[in-house]
Each structure stands twice: as structure tokens, then as C-alpha cells.
């Protein structure tokens, strides 16, 4: 008895001992490891609903970024998705790029238009920032519907990247994990690093912050430029996924998509867009097979786990995990 | 496990296999229809569905097609693109359809036009009006029984030229679809009738509601004519707020009107406009027309079907008429048997031709007229124009795809 005290107590310590803000690579090995499995023995259709979770997981931890720890509120945040995609697409179709190149100025673009943007925005705070980003999205969105010459308007831009790169399923699904990976992997980095202490700071009290020499709006620009750049990867790993690109994606569905994953994720947790990714994504596929009012089943299931989870999955699995590691 | 029980396990398995079997021989044709039942389109899919359960209905009773009954898993695009797609490839691996239909929005059309191209699985658009998926994205296996873009805008200029304008305003919403059929109706109108001036151009945004200061740049050029490429809020904002710069006593007004318009504008329509539609129940007078039209109505309450329920309706019988003629769902076989046949349609005798998949599908324009026959207003004096008339030529559809494919 004596013994096995001393055992918790051990563990304990380690536990304490560790670097809460270092990457825990045994999960990170766990879950790719166990992702990957899946992704090789699955039938195709299961494959594509991984890619298309592991994609949105890595947008929306992209709009967490913000939402959880800068302090900032994006109602249009699709629109680094979306130009992501159509960077892809514009390079090749316009300027001939070939399609690796292609593929890096997607994310670029969209980097580009959150620096743009990004600007504008942080000169306002809270609700009229807010607007603001709501604002640049409606721009895009008309830019991309209406000049059509350049962007194809409403039936987009098809043809320019083989669907899925040419590869099959399960190998294209592979690339999407290595990528979604490294990049949340970075985000980790950014939000757990020097910066993102500054970042959080930020977020949490901004005259406080500034008071330590912090500019609210240089760091908030510096957040937001950081996750248009992962919008735009994921958004590029969409376009490529489909092998095309359309006005929607530019759009406010794709902007609540994101929202909506983050707030049933659970807001100031960096999981929040992994957890919501895969639990909105679940819920959508099913809801809409076998609901015809599928809108109100998943808008009743996300009430729900508001009112009884406020902090969403993600203050679900901790209270879980939490209350796993008393009972061992 | 003993023996014998291994051998009735056998047995039975054995038995299993060989009523499988017997099954597959008579398994229905399984089809997959994507539309946007939910989302943009909403309000027009509904219509469709219904008239294509009825179609379905009739071939079934009559013995299906090629011997087999037809079976249609129903499938929401909830108009998104990306949705349209996922539900395609849902359909194609998991349901294994022998063949795709349904569509309405542009974005959805061209997101599950390469699923069809990829997995060689037909796809029939029955109601999405872009001639990209077949024109310029075209491939073997995709199909279009409804009138597209480049069509329409020909239609429109056949119609134009056959009234006495000679001066035009062209007032088209301002993105794909009011472009493109302005563009193609200006060129067209320039070689049927060259000395009709279109002395304006104007574009309102879609979603505009304050179309005032068109209406007055319109009308300040005294045209002979409006030529509005528009559709629901935007005809009901031009009509409405034409009313106080008398704009129907001062000029004529052409304007897309389908039948969802004539039921949710009612008497804002007034007498006198010059409207366009592509299946205008009241115009299709036909046993095969009147017999569907009754059916629906007693079926849905009195209802009406729309454009997108004719359109709808016609679609399901070209697909199980294919299939019939190809015997089976071979997709080249079934495009064969499409190329080589003449459908009998609620539209009339309706053909299509191999280069680009597509039918010669009428347009239909006319001028609108309350009657007593319907609780709203519709279209009389209707002209039909033959698809075969505003088909784009062979060189274009090489052209258009030669730069597409750049």
C-alpha cells in the first residue's frame, strides 16, 4: 500500500516536472501512427472523410489561433481558405505556374491577403474589428463571384491540378497527414514560444501587455498574417482534394463551418479545432443522411454541448482525462 | 465444430450465395440524384424532385428500363459544391449508381463533373443551366437536356430580333450568368439584325434591391427596349420601381420569368412583359404534358409544377430510355443509345448530339397576360425556339475547349 503511494507520488512529480508546453511526441507519434493505419486499411469513402476532417482540423486550429489566444474574432475567415485555393488555381491558370510552385503560392496568397487585411483590421478592436474582418470578406467574395474573366465566377476554376494530386486515396490522404501534421505541430510551436506568450498577453489584457512594451497591433497582425498562412495551407490542400476551386469557399458557410467547429471544440484550448473538426464533420455526414432537417439536428447538438460543456470537447476530454488519472 | 455441422453451414452459405446470385440478375438500375434540396436552390429543387418521383413511378409500373426497375437514392448537395462532390463520390463507391443525375446550381454541376468523368459513371444534368460542364469541361459521359447559357442568350437574340427594336438597353446581374448571355445574346443580335444599337450596357449587382438609378440611366437612352437578364428579387425590384418612371408605358421589357416567378410575383406582374422560360407548363400543350401536369397537381394539392419540375420529369425518361436502348448501363453504350435516338419529351421531339452531349432543348419566350385560367399571370403568344437554332456551332465547342484545356 505503503508502495504503491509512493508509485503516484513519483509519477506525479514527473508529471510536474515536465514542460507542459513541449510537444508530447509519444501522442503525436500515437495519433499520426493511428491515423495513418486508418487511412491505408479504410475504404475509400472513410479516407476522404479523414481528409476532409484532418483538413478542416488544420483551418480551423489555424482560426483558433485567434479566436483562443490574440484576443481577436474573425467573421470571415474563409477568405484565407478560399484564396488559398484560388492562389493555387490563379497561379497555374494565369501566370503558368507549375503545380509545385503552385502549391506554395497558394498559402502565400493567403498570407498576403491576411497582412492586407490584417492591417485594416487591427486598427479597430472587439466587435468593430470584428465587422471589419466580416467587411474584407464580403469584398473577396464579390471580387471572386463577380470577375468572372479571372476567377470563373460562380462555376470556379476546374482542370488546373489533377484531383488529389493523381494519387490514390489513402497515399493523397498520407501527404494531407504529413502536412496537417507539421503544420499544427508549428502552430504548437507558435502559440507555446516566446511570441505566443506575447500573443496571449495580447489577448488577455492588451494594456497590461502594452504597458510591457507589446504593441497590441503589431502582435495581433503578426497572429492574424500567422493563421491566414495555415487557412491558406488547408485551404490548398481543399482545392487540391477536389481539384478545384469555387466562390464558396471564399464564403460566409465556410466562415461559420470554422466558427462553429472552434466554439464546439472548446474556446481557449489549443485543441478546440482538432476536436470541433472531427465532431462537426461527424455530425454533418450523418446528420444530413439521415435527417431531412438536418441544419436543426446539428444546430440542437451543438446548443447542447454549449450549455452542458461551455468549454466544448475539449473541457469534456480534460474533465475526462482528469478524472481517468484520479481513479489509476 | 462437428462435421455435420460444418456441412449445413455449408449448405446453407452455398444457398446463400446462389439466391445472391439469382437477386443480382433482377437487380434494379440504381441512380443518384444530387440537387440542392436545401441551400440556394431550395426553392426550385423541390419542384423537380416531385415530377421526377412521379416519372420514376410510371417507368416503373410500366416494367422499367431495360427490364430491370429503376432506383433513385436522393441525395442533398445543400447547393454547396464541395457537398454536391462528397455526395457523388458517396453515390459512385458506396451506393454503386450506374448513373448520376439531378444538379442545379453552376458550382455543383462543375464540382461533380469530373467525379463523373473520374469513376466513368454518366451524369444527366436535368436542371443546371452552365455550358461549361459540357462545352468547355466536356467529357463522354456528362449530358445536358436543359437549355445552357450560350443557348439562351441565342434564343434571346432570335426573339429580339424578331420585334421591332432597333434600340436596346441590356440590364444583366453582374457575374457569370448575366455576362455571359449578354455577351452572347449582343454578338448573336449584331449578325441576325445589325442595325439594332444596343445603346446601353448596364450590370446591377446581385442582390441589389435599389435599381432606381438604372432604371434612369435605362430609360434616358429612350430605348425600344429593356433586355433584363435577371432573375426573382431583381425582376420584382425592376417591375415594381419601373412603376413610378412609367418605364412599361415609356419602353418594352425582356426578362427571364419562370414559372416559380409568375407564382411568388403574382399580379406585380403586369400585362405586356416579355418573359423567358424554359418549361412553361401552360405553353406545353401535349397529352403527355397535360396528363403529367394533372397527376402532379393532384398529388401536391393543387400545385403547380415549375420550370424545374418539367425539366425534371423529361430528364427521367431520356435516362430510363437510354438505359432501355443501350440495354443495360454501359456509360458508351448508353451515350450511343442518347446519340442515336429521338426522345419524346414533354418538350416536344428532342435530340442530342455527340459533340458536346447536349440537347436541342427549346426556349420559350413570350408576352405576359393575367387569364382567367390560372390564379397568375403567364405567358401568351408563346415562341418556341428550337434548340436546334441556338446550339453554338461545332467550332465554337472546339474553341472553348481548346482554351480550357490551356
Known sequence: MAQGDGTRADSETALQRRDPYAINWRLVAAVVVLQAV?????????????????????????????????????????VYFGLGAYGLALSIT?????????????????????????????????????????ACAEVTYAVVFQWFDVTGGDSGISGHVPTMLGLAPHQFGLVVLCVVTVAILMLWRVVYSPLGLTIRAVGQNPARAAALGHGRKSVQLI?????????????????????????????????????????????????????????????????AHYFQYWQLVVGVIIVIVVIVSPSGIAGLVRRVVERIGRRL | MDRRTLLRISTVLALAAGLGGAAQA?????????????????????SAVKAMKIALEEINAAGGAAGRQIEVVWRDSKTKPDEGAKQARDLVLTEKVDLLTGVCSSSVFMAINPISQQYGVPLVSAISGTHKATVDFGHPFVFQTQPHTLMEGKALAEYAARQDWNNIVTMGLDYEWGRTTVKVFTEELAKLKPEVKISKQLWPRIGETNLTSYITAALSEEPDAIMGVLFGSGTNSLIKQGRSYGLLERTELLTFLSTESYMSLGKDIPDGVHGWARGPFYALDSDKANAFIEKYRKAHDGE???????????????????IDAAGGTDPEKFRQALGSMTFDTMRGPLKMRMIDNTFNAPSYLGVTKMTDAYPFPTMSDVNVIPGDVTLPSEETVKALRAAAAK
Do not use: R
Not at chain 1, 503552385?102 to 465587422?131: D, E, H, K, R
Not at chain 1, 474556446?267 to 455530425?283: E, R
Not at chain 2, 440524384?33 to 431550395?42: D, E, L, M, N
Open chain 1, 223 to 287: 497572429a492574424f498574417v500567422i493563421s491566414a498562412f495555415f487557412s491558406g495551407v488547408a485551404g490548398t490542400l481543399f482545392g487540391i482534394f477536389h481539384g478545384n476551386v469555387f466562390p464558396d469557399y471564399v464564403g460566409v458557410l465556410f466562415t461559420v463551418d470554422g466558427l462553429l467547429m472552434v466554439v464546439l471544440g472548446g474556446l481557449y484550448s489549443f485543441g478546440a479545432g482538432i476536436y470541433g473538426a472531427i465532431v462537426y464533420k461527424l455530425l454533418d455526414n450523418l446528420a
Open chain 1, 38 to 78: 486508418l487511412l491505408v486499411v479504410s475504404p475509400p469513402l472513410v479516407v476522404f472523410a479523414l481528409i476532409e476532417v484532418m483538413i478542416f482540423a488544420l483551418y480551423a486550429s489555424a482560426l483558433n489561433l485567434l479566436l483562443s489566444f490574440s484576443g481577436m474574432v474573425s467573421f470571415g475567415h474563409a
Open chain 2, 304 to 322: 403547380y409544377p415549375n420550370d424545374w419540375g418539367m425539366l425534371g420529369y423529361d430528364a427521367m425518361y431520356i435516362i430510363a430510355s437510354g
Open chain 1, 94 to 134: 494565369h501566370f503558368d505556374f507549375p503545380i509545385v510552385l503552385g502549391i506554395i503560392a497558394g498559402p502565400l496568397v493567403s498570407a498576403f491577403f491576411g497582412l492586407v487585411y490584417g492591417i485594416l483590421c487591427v486598427q479597430l478592436t472587439a466587435i468593430y474589428a470584428a465587422m471589419l474582418t466580416l
Open chain 2, 26 to 46: 433482377a437487380d434494379p438500375v440504381k441512380i443518384g440524384y444530387v440537387g440542392g434540396i436545401s441551400g440556394a436552390c431550395g426553392g426550385l429543387t423541390h
